[in-house]
């Protein structure tokens, strides 16, 4: 079946340094959907991106799709405490919402003050 | 943004018992809507696909006579776990899916998440 891999798994930095993620599929994507877990929270949708070699930013934060649609990355620039908490890419082969996603394991950032 | 709500948010039972979990979407319909559970410092794994109307699609290694899902309408799906055991308890998550569209297309198209419940089976 499909698997998503997510890397690093955790990540430590100090504030105001940048910060990657990095997602792979084992297969081609529909769409590629990344999300923000707060500690104790539930999974807040963050964007979706479908065409390949997509790139979006939403203030400090850039999302990419790779061009074979298997890859994608989300970095953060200048981090800030607020940005603490895990970031999952979920992957789904087909389009939109309408399969159940695959989520990567997440990556865990932690940001010393 | 469309908000999706799950009741209850934690719940502890006694093993051998049967829980029930509701996912509604408030201000949206949802034909289609998603259970994950997620272990601690984990991440998500779909459970099963609910389609309003019609049977559950259930993932692979899912009992389905152990989560048993209902969706009866187009704002609320069940779960609900029964003769639970220690290893039910988790912290599961619904989705539902939010279409919106103009003349026949398709604008959006996204899941939203519910705020999860916490299961705890004693």
């Known amino acids: 079946g499909q698997q998503v891999m997510q890397i690093p798994q955790y990540q430590h930095v100090q504030e105001g340094e940048d910060f990657t993620t990095y997602c792979n599929s084992s297969?081609?994507?529909?769409?590629i959907q990344w999300y923000k877990q707060r500690p104790g929270g539930h999974p807040v949708f963050l964007i979706q991106?479908?065409?390949?070699?997509e790139v979006k930013k939403q203030k400090r934060l850039t999302f990419q799709f790779g061009e074979a649609k298997k890859n994608s990355s989300l970095h953060i620039t200048a981090t800030q405490t607020t940005d603490v908490g895990t970031y999952f890419c979920?992957?789904?082969?087909?389009?939109?919402?309408?399969?159940?996603?695959?989520f990567g394991k997440g990556t865990h950032l932690i940001i010393q003050p | 943004g469309a908000v999706v709500s799950q009741h209850p948010s934690r719940v502890i039972c006694k093993s051998g018992t049967s829980v029930k979990i509701e996912c509604r979407s408030l201000?949206?319909?949802?034909?289609?809507m998603f259970w994950y559970r997620q272990f601690p410092k984990k991440s998500l794994m779909l459970m099963a696909t609910?389609?309003?109307?019609?049977?559950?699609?259930?993932e692979q290694g899912v009992e389905k006579d152990k989560f048993l899902i209902n969706h009866a309408s187009l704002t609320l799906s069940t779960l609900t776990v029964t003769s639970a055991h220690p290893e039910d308890s988790s912290f599961y998550i619904c989705?539902?899916?939010?279409?919106?569209?103009?003349?026949?297309?398709?604008?959006?198209?996204?899941?939203?998440f519910g705020p999860g419940t916490r299961l705890t089976v004693l």
């Open positions: 297969t081609t994507l529909s769409n």
């Open positions: 201000d949206f319909q949802a034909t289609t």
């Open positions: 989705s539902a899916r939010d279409q919106t569209g103009s003349g026949g297309r398709t604008i959006t198209d996204t899941q939203y």
């Open positions: 609910s389609n309003e109307g019609s049977k559950a699609t259930y």
């Open positions: 979920a992957g789904s082969s087909r389009g939109g919402g309408a399969d159940g996603l695959t």
């Open positions: 991106l479908v065409k390949s070699g």
